[in-house]
């Protein structure tokens, strides 16, 4: 039974690690209509399995592990479907001052360069890790947030060495799909 | 390109990302922590009620096979509805307890792999009562007359008439089959239709097991 203080906890905790919903949402769900419908899924299935939460796990492990399962869930599900309703409530996350990124990057030109040169590789990354499948895809988007193989290895179930050669190949299979994309392949 | 050097850019972006989130607690709060629970106690509350009726059909049936057990046609029946009832009972229960023990805080591989045993389980269950609905009808409505109102059906009706009603069976369930290769493509904005065609040809059966393959090959280190 969750008591107001549970409630009270969770919420703050989510809104701590509130980047895990919005990476994971973005790397499993296509167009915001689907991404905010998948932050929803993930935040409520949080909450059910909140009461269960063993504090000795780190809180980041145990909201990848529900993060990432709802998210293969969804994407298996909804993987037929084409987005074509945008939902009608309000967004549970949002980025909410973009324009004001924006306008510090016009303000700044040399910086601005730069910072256009980067968001176009994000962009082409996001591409890459968006063609993978679910698992490689779970896995690199844990490489990528700089958690150490252990922990990959505690969120996905597998073995710290089965994690680190995984990894050698994902990277292997990414630097050649850029270059390929790089040459206009 | 090294991704060593994109990681660092990937992580400049999640620093930015801190400024610019909004995560709206207040809409979780207000209306949606509330219906996670409605929505739990609804699928507990659903998956009981199939189970229960399960049993009232196992219940029945096994009655009606041990007042009409010294009769052998409907012996036969009897042993059919009772076969069936309890392969529905059992996958019933199967996937009501696999439910309740899913843990989505478990390892992703292992609740991957046990997610698309229980869809398997379920498209199974789903299939085979699709095919033998058509062909058991008519056994259930012999049972049901002879045990209800004591009416015997292989007296009463003539053969040609319950060989036709058998026969209609087969041919409701063969076009079904052919449809659901045939259609189950088409109708993208009819997602039960097509899920049900799909189930039917097998083809969403096949699905899951490829998946369930590729989460236990992904596992293995040379996956």
Same mark, same amino acid.
């Given at each position: 039974m969750t008591t107001p203080v549970q409630q009270e906890r969770f919420l703050r905790l989510l809104e701590e690690h509130q980047r895990v919903l919005y990476k994971v949402s973005r790397s499993y769900a296509r167009g915001s209509a689907d991404q905010d419908d998948l932050v929803q899924e993930i935040s409520l299935q949080l909450w059910r399995s909140f009461p269960g939460y063993d504090p000795r796990l780190p809180f980041l492990t145990w909201m990848y592990r529900v993060a990432l399962n709802v998210a293969i869930s969804y994407r298996r599900r909804e993987g037929r479907r084409l987005s074509k309703q945008p939902v009608a409530v309000a967004p549970l996350l949002e980025i909410v001052t973009q324009e004001d990124a924006q306008a510090t990057t016009r303000s700044a030109p040399a910086e601005g360069a730069g910072a256009l040169q980067r968001d176009e590789d994000l962009q082409r990354l996001d591409q890459l890790v968006q063609a993978l499948a679910p698992l490689d895809r779970a896995l690199m988007l844990l490489y990528l947030d700089e958690q150490p193989h252990a922990e990959i290895a505690a969120v996905l179930g597998l073995s710290v060495s089965n994690v680190g050669t995984k990894i050698s190949r994902l990277k292997r299979r990414i630097r050649r799909d850029w270059n390929r994309s790089a040459n206009g392949d | 390109m090294e991704l060593d050097d994109l990681k660092q850019n990937w992580k400049q972006r999640d620093q930015q990302l801190d400024s610019v989130l909004k995560f709206h607690v207040k809409l979780l709060r207000d209306s949606r922590l509330g219906k996670a629970q409605g929505a739990l106690r609804r699928l507990a509350i659903l998956l009981s009620a199939g189970l229960v009726v399960d049993l009232v059909v196992l219940g029945a049936s096994g009655s009606f096979l041990w007042t009409h057990a010294a009769q052998p046609r409907f012996l036969f029946i009897g042993l059919l509805i009772h076969a069936c009832a309890i392969g529905l009972a059992a996958s019933s229960l199967y996937q009501l307890i696999g439910i309740a023990r899913l843990d989505y805080a478990a390892p992703v591989v292992r609740i991957q792999e046990r997610l698309s045993t229980l869809r398997i389980a379920r498209i199974r269950t789903w299939k085979w009562t699709l095919l033998l609905a058509p062909l058991l009808w008519l056994p259930i409505l012999i049972a049901l007359m002879q045990g209800f109102l004591d009416v015997d059906l292989f007296q009463h009706a003539a053969l040609p008439w319950l060989v036709a009603n058998f026969l209609f069976g087969v041919l409701v369930v063969a076009a079904g089959v052919w449809a659901g290769r045939k259609?189950? %493509?088409?109708? %993208?904005?009819a997602n039960w239709w097509q899920k049900l065609l799909r189930d039917l040809a097998g083809s969403n059966l096949t699905v899951a097991c490829d998946q369930l393959h590729e989460m236990q090959a992904y596992e293995n280190l040379e996956s």
């Open positions: - | 259609y189950s %493509h088409r109708w %993208h904005d």
